[in-house]
């Protein structure tokens, strides 16, 4: 399904207060940042408390003698594992062109490959992960001063690391890495392409299920382009992000 958003719009669904200077380079590339910082972490939250209540669910009622005790941390979370993911994204470029600017937004389905590695380090899981993501496509729109434009990211490969305090098979988590993302914008018949370094902040809950196999939600942000381009003598600014959340299921070796 794809969304776009009018500025009118925008002001409805993140509010208009004024927007505070970015710090360079990460906050710079997220627009309404703030906003974007907030919603999702939320929905990472309440997915850890339905995973912690069927986590409960499964627990025996009373004095049982037939529950058998999670193994130590260290002998389910370290080591390699491989996964697929799938989930919403949703890309947003401010074009800025002749003292006028306007954002593009985009959600998209996503979906893609990750593996890594974790370590125990005493109580703590350090690992390493990349991914390969599909993201979404290109969003069309109309701007005061290029008029007709087409704008957005496709795919992003990412590489970062990860810390994750265990509690038995259940795993809270915190990324930091960065990612390498294509963007794109064409505007008066002449497309300007390019592949941005940008940061990564991310945080997650994991399950360790049977078998080796791992469930997952993962909140990523990641800051895509901050570029300037000329488009028939006028030059054009795009800053762009993408947020998005992924459910993943993994194994480990």
Same mark, same amino acid.
């Given at each position: 399904?794809?969304?776009?958003?009018?500025?009118?719009?925008?002001?409805?669904?993140?509010?208009? !207060?004024?927007?505070?200077?970015?710090?360079?380079?990460?906050?710079?590339?997220?627009?309404?940042?703030?906003?974007?910082?907030?919603?999702?972490?939320?929905?990472?939250?309440?997915?850890?408390?339905?995973?912690?209540?069927?986590?409960?669910?499964?627990?025996?009622?009373?004095?049982?003698?037939?529950?058998?005790?999670?193994?130590?941390?260290? !002998?389910?979370?370290?080591?390699?594992?491989?996964?697929?993911?799938?989930?919403?994204?949703?890309?947003?470029?401010?074009?800025?062109?002749?003292?006028?600017?306007?954002?593009? !937004?985009?959600?998209?389905?996503?979906?893609?490959?990750?593996?890594?590695?974790?370590?125990?380090?005493?109580?703590?899981?350090?690992?390493?992960?990349?991914?390969?993501?599909?993201?979404?496509?290109?969003?069309?729109?109309?701007?005061?001063?290029?008029?007709?434009?087409?704008?957005?990211?496709?795919? !992003?490969?990412?590489?970062?690391?990860?810390?994750?305090?265990?509690?038995?098979?259940?795993?809270?988590?915190?990324?930091?890495?960065?990612?390498?993302?294509?963007?794109?914008?064409?505007?008066?018949?002449?497309?300007?392409?390019?592949?941005?370094?940008?940061?990564?902040?991310?945080?997650?809950?994991?399950?360790?299920?049977?078998?080796?196999?791992?469930?997952?939600?993962?909140?990523?942000?990641?800051?895509?382009?901050?570029?300037?381009?000329?488009?028939?003598?006028?030059?054009?600014?795009?800053?762009?992000?993408?947020?998005?959340?992924?459910?993943?299921?993994?194994?480990?070796?």
């Amino acid at each position: 399904m794809v969304s776009s958003f009018t500025n009118r719009d925008s002001c409805v669904f993140y509010g208009c !207060s004024p927007r505070p200077k970015p710090f360079r380079r990460l906050r710079n590339s997220f627009p309404n940042s703030r906003h974007w910082l907030l919603k999702p972490f939320v929905l990472c939250a309440a997915l850890a408390v339905l995973v912690g209540g069927a986590k409960a669910a499964d627990m025996p009622v009373g004095g049982g003698t037939d529950f058998v005790p999670m193994a130590p941390a260290g !002998s389910i979370w370290a080591g390699p594992y491989l996964g697929f993911e799938a989930g919403g994204s949703q890309t947003v470029t401010e074009v800025k062109a002749g003292g006028q600017k306007k954002d593009y !937004s985009r959600f998209d389905a996503a979906f893609g490959v990750f593996g890594g590695y974790n370590w125990e380090v005493s109580r703590v899981i350090l690992g390493v992960e990349g991914a390969a993501t599909y993201i979404g496509d290109t969003k069309k729109g109309q701007h005061p001063v290029l008029g007709t434009i087409e704008t957005g990211s496709k795919w !992003s490969v990412t590489a970062k690391t990860r810390v994750g305090l265990p509690i038995n098979n259940f795993m809270p988590y915190v990324s930091l890495g960065v990612a390498a993302t294509d963007h794109s914008l064409k505007a008066n018949g002449r497309t300007e392409s390019s592949v941005g370094l940008g940061a990564v902040l991310g945080a997650g809950v994991e399950v360790a299920m049977h078998d080796n196999w791992r469930l997952r939600a993962d909140y990523t942000l990641t800051g895509i382009a901050d570029t300037k381009d000329t488009f028939a003598g006028t030059q054009a600014k795009r800053t762009a992000g993408n947020h998005r959340l992924m459910l993943g299921i993994s194994r480990a070796f």
